[in-house]
């Protein structure tokens, strides 16, 4: 007979560096989850992304067992990567911390496009732009969708 499920629980979490410390085990803990064993087995998982803040979505069984996933970084998180910067413009309509190419978005895109809900690259880029736009973040050049 399959588990049952008891809940869900959304964590971010750097790349290889899941530790019982707040926030990890104060989360686990709450729900009865053995932390010790979640930080080992995503430490494993994420040894190729160190320093990464990836989001996991664990999957709570009512024997206290769980799954977990690790989804793509978050795209504000990429954007910030590509441009070099710490964090975004507090007035995006009038201070620009910098800009990227349609080139760079689909490079991002083409990260993301697991977790996204879009069936092409056209439609990723999209999404990337707005969020790139939000942060203060120009996009250069002419769209290739209107190529």
């Known amino acids: 007979m399959a588990k049952e499920i008891v809940g869900y629980l959304k964590l971010q979490v750097k790349g290889g560096?899941?530790?019982?410390?707040p926030p990890i085990g104060p989360a686990l803990g709450s729900k009865g989850l053995n932390i010790m064993d979640f930080c080992k087995q995503f430490n494993a998982r994420t040894q190729d992304?160190?320093?990464?803040?990836?989001?996991v979505l664990i999957t709570i069984y009512n024997d206290k067992s769980f799954d977990f996933v690790i989804k793509t970084p978050p795209a504000a998180n990429l954007i910030l990567e590509t441009l070099k910067?710490?964090?975004?413009?507090?007035?995006?309509?009038?201070?620009?911390?910098?800009?990227l190419t349609w080139e760079q978005v689909r490079k991002i895109a083409e990260i993301k496009m697991p977790d996204l809900n879009a069936f092409t690259i056209e439609s990723a880029?999209?999404?990337?732009?707005?969020?790139?736009?939000?942060?203060?973040?120009?996009v250069t050049g002419t769209p290739p969708w209107q190529q």
């Open 17 to 21: 560096a899941a530790n019982p410390a």
């Open 85 to 99: 910067k710490q964090k975004g413009s507090a007035e995006p309509n009038r201070n620009k911390i910098g800009s």
């Open 125 to 138: 880029m999209k999404m990337i732009a707005g969020t790139a736009r939000s942060m203060g973040v120009t």
């Open 49 to 55: 992304k160190p320093g990464q803040l990836l989001p």
